[in-house]
């Protein structure tokens, strides 16, 4: 599924307009990053729980060359899914 098919989706489901779902979504979307970015977690109790995690620097290889590099540190985010979630798809 796709942004566009999700847009879709919400709208049927919530009986409202395109524009306004996407809206939705929109706002959904910036408010987990803005959170994320200011070092929060966003939980959505049977969802699940978005995370930022941190990774050290490291030194990797060039598999073409062999030669060293090195690896910045960097953020990454992480989703966990929540008990319900899990339970719906199995």
Do not use: C, H, W, Y
């Given at each position: ?40 977690t ?21 598999p ?6 090195k ?20």
């Open positions: 599924m796709n942004k566009a098919e999700l847009i879709e989706q919400v709208a049927k489901e919530a009986g409202i307009s395109k524009a306004a779902a996407g809206k939705a979504i929109d706002a959904f979307t910036d408010s987990v990053t803005a959170a994320l970015k200011g070092g929060d966003v939980t959505l109790i049977g969802f699940g729980t978005f995370t930022v995690s941190a990774r050290a620097a490291r030194t990797g290889r060039n073409q060359t062999g030669k060293e590099l690896i910045a540190a960097r953020k990454a985010p992480g989703f966990r899914a929540g008990k319900a979630l899990k339970d719906a798809l199995n």
